[in-house]
């Protein structure tokens, strides 16, 4: 495959993810309502609509158990977060070169990744948003850290 083929299908498959895993999301919350037996809403009798009887959880099999769509509704927003992040990253190295232009406000702070002395004051978990109007890629915690060691670095020299 050539990479515009490549980028192509990227295009496509980020057009069908938001509406596929907001779907996915809402299926998933209402699956944990009903499986746990604590739908949203309870009637007036003081029982709930919509419980789900242990023969009814087995039913539904060890797909549809707590601890599965737990593990399910975490791996899909971690997983959109860790690939946001990479498509975030790609961004910032073709920006680097003026191929994108690109909007620094929607993008996520590095960190610090890259850059000297990041393993003294970065945060390689940071996800606060990065400044706008700056070449940096970082937040304004982080470039309040990297000032400061700059400046300790610069008063020890």
Avoid at 15 to 33: G, W
Avoid at 65 to 84: F, K, M, N, Y
Wanted: with cysteine; net charge positive.
């Amino acid at each position: 495959m050539t990479l515009r083929t490549d980028l192509d299908r990227l295009a496509a498959t980020a057009t069908a993810l938001r509406p596929a895993t907001l779907t996915a999301l809402r299926r998933i919350a209402e699956l944990e309502r009903d499986v746990d037996g604590f739908p949203p809403r309870s009637d007036n009798t003081g029982g709930s609509r919509g419980s789900t009887s242990p023969v009814e959880r087995v039913v539904l099999g060890p797909g549809h158990s707590p601890l599965a769509l737990t593990r399910d509704r975490q791996a899909l927003t971690v997983g959109i977060e860790h690939h946001l992040a990479g498509l975030e990253h790609l961004l910032r190295l073709a920006a680097r070169y003026g191929a994108v232009p690109i909007s620094s406000s929607a993008l996520r702070c590095t960190g610090g990744d890259g850059t000297p002395g990041a393993l003294e004051w970065g945060d390689p978990g940071c996800t606060n948003i990065a400044e706008a109007g700056r070449s940096t890629g970082l937040c304004v915690a982080c470039r309040n850290r990297r000032d400061r060691w700059k400046r300790t670095r610069a008063e020890v020299a």
